[in-house]
């Protein structure tokens, strides 16, 4: 069975420090996507980052950024200089590229930023 | 109107009571989706529409129904439902077809509480 797997269901950090999310999927499949996507409370659901499992290149977006290591499955989300409004639950999933749309989705890492 | 609106954000029902949830996507997509998310729990996903068929459905009982009147429009309605069945049910578009790329446009949500 395909597996997404957030080990941290909670981590605070104050303002302005690095912060790192794990994640740790299981598949058989060689081509896929990963994604983190951020849910703030009581907010819409948002793409932070996606990954094409091929490209060896790990993907950023400003202050976000992955380690994708495909041998070992991580996919782990460094936020760096953290902010206020990053405050959210954060959720890794992946799709196989011929999935018929089925994302696997992760439980969730709820992240507190403080003041 | 942006990206992707579900109504009502909150409904509280009884047991014997039927009621619709609805989403709408201006984006121009050709999929839809239904979620389920509970607390501590990856998302789970209910049904998929694909240009307006119905290509998922994981084994969702049938006090939920679907439906999908076009690319635009997807209602989820409701009938004799548990307590379990408690909820956020989240809607997402994505752009379906052979242009589908597993990213996913959601909805803020509608909180249902049965009782």
């Known amino acids: 069975a395909q597996t997404v797997t957030q080990s941290q269901p909670e981590m605070s950090v104050q303002e302005a420090e690095t912060v790192t999310l794990s994640c740790t999927y299981d598949?058989?499949?060689?081509?896929?996507?990963l994604f983190w996507y951020k849910q703030p409370p009581s907010r819409q659901m948002i793409l932070v980052i996606r990954?094409?499992?091929?490209k060896q290149q790990n993907a950023t977006e400003n202050r976000f950024s992955v380690n994708f290591q495909k041998a070992a499955k991580s996919f782990s989300l460094k936020i760096s200089d953290s902010q206020l409004g990053d405050t959210a639950m954060y959720f890794c999933a992946f799709t196989p590229m011929d999935s018929n749309y089925q994302l696997i989705w992760g439980a969730g890492t709820k992240l507190i930023i403080k003041p | 109107e942006t990206g992707v609106t579900q109504t009502p954000r909150h409904l509280v029902m009884g047991m014997t009571n039927k009621k619709s949830l609805k989403c709408e996507q201006h984006l121009g997509h050709n999929a839809m989706y239904w979620y389920k998310q509970s607390a501590k729990k990856p998302l789970e996903l209910m049904f998929v529409y694909n240009f307006k068929e119905q290509t998922e459905n994981n084994s969702v009982p049938s006090r939920f129904s679907p439906e999908c009147p076009n690319s635009s429009h997807l209602f989820l309605h409701l009938h004799t439902l548990q307590p379990e069945d408690s909820a956020l049910y989240l809607c997402a578009s994505s752009l379906g077809g052979d242009l589908n790329t597993g990213e996913l446009f959601f909805g803020e949500g509608s909180r249902l509480t049965v009782l």
């Open positions: 990954q094409e499992a091929y």
């Open positions: 598949t058989s499949e060689s081509n896929y996507y």
